[in-house]
T-cell receptor, first 112, second 119 residues
Framework: AAGVIQSPRHLIKEKRETATLKCYPI?????VYWYQQGPGQDPQFLIS???????DKGSIPDRFSAQQFSDYHSELNMSSLELGDSALYFC???????????FGPGTRLTVT | AQTVTQSQPEMSVQEAETVTLSCTYD???????LFWYKQPPSRQMILVIR??????QNATENRFSVNFQKAAKSFSLKISDSQLGDTAMYFC????????????????FGSGTQLTVLP
């Protein structure tokens, strides 16, 4: 079965640079979520989209923005990167908001 | 706000034995969902099992079952016939009931329990 696809899988950036993470949900899934998992921590919710509209917002810094496109893929844009942004970024998708969230393999971002 | 507590940072079990992971949560909501996810060394987050709060029957998925005690706000995971591939970090997660199809609710995770299955 098709899973959530995230690209790139690994990304190395320097401080103050920008990064764009992409997420392709499971086919027919209309809801996308973004989570950030720091080293040794549990995933923290950033933001979610349903049918291309922002649905819920968590602890997402103002330096970050995200959107969901007409083909349901989503992008997380991160600017003015800081060392503390180094983390594993997960995208998850679901069919509607009452069903299970299925996670992608994550993008490991390292800021040097 | 909801909180999820996993009081066992690490656990180990012998292969083929049974182990129970604990999870408690705090919420003022009446309708919600609870989940267990596992994160093996690959760091992939894998859904193990889901429980709807309105259902009294405990969820079961093959070797995985839960003991859901709504009044006590407890949601434990039992793994039977443990296998080496069960070695992973296990996260308990809470999600409020969406108020509409468009209200994509976030998962709130506990701090995780690292389970090691010993040969």
């Amino acid at each position: 079965a098709a899973g959530v696809i995230q690209s790139p899988r690994h990304l190395i950036k320097e401080k103050r640079e920008t990064a764009t993470l992409k997420c392709y949900p499971i086919p027919r899934h209309d809801t996308v979520y973004w989570y950030q998992q720091g080293p040794g921590q549990d995933p923290q919710f950033l933001i979610s989209f349903y049918e291309k509209m922002q649905s819920d917002k968590g602890s997402i810094p103002d330096r970050f923005s995200a959107q969901q496109f007409s083909d349901y893929h989503s992008e997380l844009n991160m600017s003015s990167l800081e060392l503390g942004d180094s983390a594993l970024y997960f995208c998850a998708s679901s069919l509607g908001s009452v069903n299970e969230q299925y996670f992608g393999p994550g993008t490991r971002l390292t800021v040097t | 706000a909801q909180t999820v507590t996993q009081s066992q940072p690490e656990m180990s079990v012998q292969e083929a034995e049974t182990v129970t992971l604990s999870c408690t949560y705090d919420t003022s909501e009446n309708n919600y969902y609870l989940f267990w996810y596992k994160q093996p060394p690959s760091r992939q987050m894998i859904l193990v099992i889901r429980q709807e709060a309105y259902k009294q029957q405990n969820a079961t998925e093959n070797r995985f079952s839960v003991n859901f005690q709504k009044a006590a706000k407890s949601f434990s995971l039992k793994i039977s016939d443990s296998q080496l591939g069960d070695t992973a970090m296990y996260f308990c997660a809470f999600m409020k009931q969406p108020i509409s199809s468009g209200s994509a609710r976030q998962l709130t995770f506990g701090s995780g329990t690292q389970l090691t299955v010993l040969p």
